[in-house]
């Protein structure tokens, strides 16, 4: 079992997340929710209006309206 945590990093909780959209690991719905609510509130503090990061997969981007999406390739 995964243990998402507050404590990770950023490109940490991106790896998760991509390696839960491949099936290598798998999440609860309840982890799903925790990590994506963890990289929204990251992608709020960490990134700038209209900046996107991207780790493997996982594309986390802040929209100019300050909107946080996280998308997979």
Not at 53 to 70: N, P
């Amino acid at each position: 079992m995964t243990k998402i945590n507050p404590e990770l990093s950023t490109v940490e909780l991106m790896k998760l997340a991509g390696d839960d959209h491949q099936k290598t690991i798998e999440l609860t719905q309840a982890e799903r929710d925790q990590l994506f609510d963890l990289l929204k509130e990251r992608g709020r503090s960490e990134l700038e209006y209209g900046e996107e990061l991207e780790i493997d997969t996982v594309r986390l981007i802040r929209r100019v309206t300050g909107a946080v999406g996280i998308y997979f390739a």
